[in-house]
């Protein structure tokens, strides 16, 4: 079947300053736009062709995985970015304060582990198989999908995110982060994990 480009949930102006309008056209464009033609391209005439792309990423390898993979992960990482007010669920907000002792915790754990990556990657909060709230890294193309984990927001720490925006500084993108998550989406998902 032919993978379809998701639309943006915003505009491209939505998320400034914190990511720009530049940043957006280039990322979601060029990027994410060639993952989905590129993944396109290659199924052609495999037995993948008449996959959903949660089953190409489960049974392919080489570029077919690392194109599927990278669709799901940027479907994910826009649809974890909101530019309105969102907010935490009450048993989200119990459950980082379980496992984190506080939001400020959760925070700094996840921006640590963000910058502890070595090379391009995500970011990941997921629940893991004890219903607990877990942070991982995947590299390049890798994603929870492929484990027991399931994924309840992610942040994309490859430097085409942000590089324009904050050249080396992964950090303050990580920080201005914060100001973009949307609470909702990671809240809905954790519901429906649990
Ligand atoms: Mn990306």
Known sequence: MEHILMKLPYGYDALEPMISQETLHYHYDKHHAGYVAKLNTLIK??????????????????????????????????????????????????????????????????????IGLFGSGWVWLCLDEENQLTIVTTSNA??????????????????????????N??????ENFWKLVNWDFVSSNLENAS
């Open 142 to 167: 890798n994603t929870p999908l492929t484990t027991k984990l399931k994924p309840l927001m992610v942040c994309d720490v490859w430097e085409h995110a942000y590089y324009l925006d904050y050249q």
């Open 169 to 174: 500084l992964r950090a303050d993108y990580l």
């Open 45 to 114: 005439e495999t037995v993948f062709e008449s996959k959903t792309l949660e089953e190409i990423i489960k049974g392919a390898d080489g570029a077919i995985f690392n194109n599927a993979s990278q669709v799901f992960n940027h479907d994910f990482f826009w649809k974890s970015l909101s530019n309105k007010s969102t907010n935490q669920s009450t048993y989200l907000t119990s459950k980082i304060d379980e496992k984190f002792g506080s939001l400020e915790g959760f925070k700094k754990e996840f921006i640590d582990s963000a």
